[in-house]
């Protein structure tokens, strides 16, 4: 079992910065990918972008050069950082662990508003 604790998110105006942090424990395994998805109200949840524990690094083409993922492999922790935010970017982002391309546990999902 792998719990995953989220932190961050909230309310924030358009343009604005948010970041997101997410800590893994329990059986966590050597080679392993995190990383963030996010869904939006009547939408199906959609990759943000993933990290493997070597630092390769998977992003959605279309938040490329506006979100940044990094990780700390020796904490399990994974940090998201979001610029130039959007209000379309509003919606729940989860916290995602796995290995190769299986997500195997979710975050319980915390909440970003942006404001227009």
């Known amino acids: 079992q792998v719990q995953l604790v989220e932190s961050g998110g909230g309310l924030v105006q358009a343009g604005g910065s948010l970041g997101l942090s997410c800590a893994a424990s329990?059986?966590?395994?050597?080679?392993?990918?995190m990383g963030w998805y996010r869904q939006a109200p009547g939408k199906q949840r959609e990759l943000v972008a993933t990290i493997t524990n070597a630092g390769f690094t998977n992003y959605a083409d279309s938040l490329k050069g506006r979100f940044t993922i990094s990780r700390d492999s020796a904490k399990n922790t994974v940090v998201l950082q979001m610029n130039s935010l959007k209000p379309e970017d509003t919606a729940v982002y989860y916290c995602?662990?796995?290995?190769?391309?299986?997500?195997?546990?979710w975050g319980q999902g915390t909440q970003v508003t942006v404001s227009s």
């Open positions: 995602s662990y796995g290995l190769g391309s299986c997500v195997a546990y």
């Open positions: 329990g059986s966590i395994f050597s080679s392993n990918k």
